[in-house]
């Protein structure tokens, strides 16, 4: 295959073209919408520079647009099912900004509902990690001012095709870990961007049976560094003593930092709770949903290690309704505790109460 043919082909596949228009988002670049006939050019406000706010204003002749997730317009007290726009005509790019993701921002004065293409902008940005405030505005075919933009089909996106999880493991080899004794680290390829994401299997599970199985989305601060705000590090630690004492299961490690909305947004999110608000209230401040992680990954890997019945080590639903939308068979579900102190308190409340995690109230209660 020639150089040509080769960029040809892979022109054509919808998770290439919507890996670039993230990184060209991430850069602080427009990208193109293509709508049928419409045209709507984005950038994520969340990745610009004023300089860039307003040659994108002057580009579009002043007739520019923000756009504000469902989640975000609740907090400035708005109600609308598919988010609303904001004209930014005579707006800066710090009002701009204080109407995105300011705590207890001003209710704008003129707004309207988003369409379809608009929500459709934001669905970009959550693939890139960013807030997902747009700045917007429709142009003419063929605009010469665009005319070197990437360009993408929002059908991409609502199908996620861009988001296809195909993997491959690329290694797997020993490692001794402190408590647990040896445990293999398989490593997966592929999803978008050709992350590689990680497999600890420990012991030797029965694949004869249902295999025990965490699924634990990557926690900087608390896997790491020992974050108090969390029970992320003893539920990563105590989900493989329980596997071990299970004897032998999986345990997928995901990147997925922040509940899915990357570390920027995470550490946003920490000051708004600095400031008394809760896990999901702080990330609604941001325009992001309370859950932004998927399985499809997970349930990939797990196939590739001919796994499709599992116990699942959660206290999760969601994980295990993503799981079972993705073709594995979770036969019984077990709870992963951590140590609940003064600090993690209110944030394991907030889980039981708000999302659904199966904790002992009372527990959090004795520990106040």
């Not at 993408?152 to 408590?179: C, E, I, M, W, Y």
């Not at 799981?323 to 594995?328: D, V």
């Not at 951590?338 to 004795?366: F, W």
Request: glycine share 10%.
């Amino acid at each position: 295959m020639t150089q040509d043919q080769c960029f040809d082909f892979q022109s054509v596949l919808p998770e290439t073209e919507v890996e670039r228009a993230i990184a060209e988002l991430r850069f602080g670049r427009p990208v193109i919408l293509r709508g049928g006939s419409r045209q709507l050019a984005t950038l994520a406000l969340d990745c610009v520079t004023p300089a860039l706010y307003d040659r994108f204003a002057h580009a579009t002749d002043n007739r520019h647009s923000l756009f504000l997730t469902r989640e975000r317009a609740d907090r400035l007290g708005i109600s609308a099912q598919n988010g609303i726009t904001v004209p930014l005509a005579d707006i800066g790019f710090e009002k701009a900004s204080r109407h995105a993701y300011a705590l207890s921002g001003d209710k704008p004065a003129v707004w309207a509902p988003a369409d379809p293409l608009q929500a459709d902008a934001s669905q970009l940005a959550r693939l890139a990690l960013l807030l997902p405030a747009m700045v917007t505005a429709d142009i003419e075919p063929g605009d010469s001012r665009f005319a070197a933009c990437l360009s993408v089909d929002p059908a991409n996106l609502r199908s996620r095709g861009a988001g296809r999880q195909h993997f491959q493991q690329v290694v797997r080899t020993r490692v001794p870990l402190k408590q647990i004794g040896d445990a293999d680290f398989a490593v997966f390829r592929g999803g978008m961007a050709q992350k590689d994401q990680i497999a600890i299997i420990v012991g030797t599970p029965d694949l004869t049976a249902p295999v025990p199985v965490r699924i634990h989305s990557s926690c900087l601060t608390g896997d790491l560094f020992g974050s108090l705000k969390c029970d992320c590090g003893d539920q990563l630690r105590n989900g493989l003593a329980q596997l071990k004492a299970a004897g032998g299961g999986v345990l997928i490690y995901l990147d997925q930092e922040g509940r899915g909305t990357g570390i920027g947004a995470k550490m946003r999110a920490y000051g708004f709770q600095h400031q008394g608000l809760d896990t999901i209230d702080a990330d609604a401040e941001l325009g992001l949903e309370g859950d932004n992680r998927r399985y499809e990954a997970a349930a990939a890997m797990l196939g590739l290690l001919d796994i499709s019945r599992v116990v699942l080590h959660t206290n999760n639903p969601s994980k295990v309704d993503g799981l079972r939308a993705n073709g594995i068979d979770v036969t019984g579900q077990v709870r992963v505790t951590g140590t609940v102190t003064a600090d993690n308190v209110n944030y394991l409340r907030t889980k039981t109460l708000r999302a659904g995690h199966t904790l002992e109230l009372e527990s959090l209660i004795a520990a106040e």
